[in-house]
């Protein structure tokens, strides 16, 4: 068990729908990251906040947006979905910003959503 | 922008032996960290072992090492006594170095990872 939760752990939805997925970093940490894997782009870093910031953005699509509350869980929401947005979201957590003090980062076992 | 390369998508290996998995990156950083993480079919993501790119030594971890060559951008992961545990994906990743003022980006890049079986 990595300390890190997403919930929940299965999502299927239609398409043209908004679905938001939670996430509760490890007790402490500051940075949580998002990952999208899907099986034909691979694992792709989609969006990192650092203590309520958002720090960095990678492949994100502007239907998609998170934000990371005060007590440091975090939210992504998916909004307009598409048969292509089908995926394992991944949550990441890490104490500083990793890279930054030498530290891994541990993911959550992801959330499955299905678009149909 | 940073890239990672994982050219066997799928290998196989007898239970106890040795087994390599390659990965070549592409970085104009001097400073960052390659990882290697596991991904079995419960699909949670596992920190197999992680390499500073300024340390020469390459990294282990019990069965687990790497091979290092940082002039020829190549991180490989080298599996000793494979075991059935070990089938799952494995995934090379890089990570630049944080920057003193805080403002790095501790991102994962990720390879497209090799499927790997170990046999009885």
């Known amino acids: 068990d990595s300390g890190v939760t997403q919930t929940p752990k299965h999502l299927i939805t239609a398409t043209g729908q908004r679905v938001t997925l939670r996430c509760s970093p490890r007790s402490g940490d500051l940075s949580v990251y998002w990952y999208q894997q899907s099986l034909d782009q691979g694992l792709q870093f989609l969006i990192q906040y650092y203590n309520g910031e958002e720090r960095a953005k990678g492949n994100i699509l502007e239907r998609f947006s998170a934000q990371q509350f005060p007590d440091l869980h975090s939210e992504l929401n998916l909004s307009s979905l598409e048969l292509g947005d089908s995926a394992l979201y991944f949550c990441a957590s890490s104490p500083t910003l990793a890279g930054h003090h030498n530290t891994e980062a541990f993911f959550g076992q992801g959330t499955r959503l299905t678009v149909v | 922008a940073q890239t990672v390369t994982q050219s066997q998508p799928e290998m196989s290996v007898q239970e106890a032996e040795t087994v390599t998995l390659s990965c070549t990156y592409d970085?104009?950083?001097?400073?960052?960290?390659l990882f290697w993480y596991k991904q079995p079919p419960s699909r949670q993501m596992i920190l197999v072992i992680r390499q500073e790119a300024y340390k020469q030594q390459n990294a282990t971890e019990n069965r687990f090492s790497v091979n290092f060559q940082k002039a020829a951008k190549s991180f490989s992961l080298k599996i000793s006594d494979s075991q059935l545990g070990d089938t799952a994906m494995y995934f090379c990743?890089?990570?630049?170095?944080?920057?003193?003022?805080?403002?790095?980006?501790?991102?994962?890049?990720f390879g497209k990872g090799t499927k790997l079986s170990v046999k009885p």
């Open positions: 990743a890089f990570m630049k170095h944080g920057a003193e003022d805080g403002g790095s980006q501790g991102n994962l890049i």
């Open positions: 970085t104009s950083e001097n400073n960052y960290y």
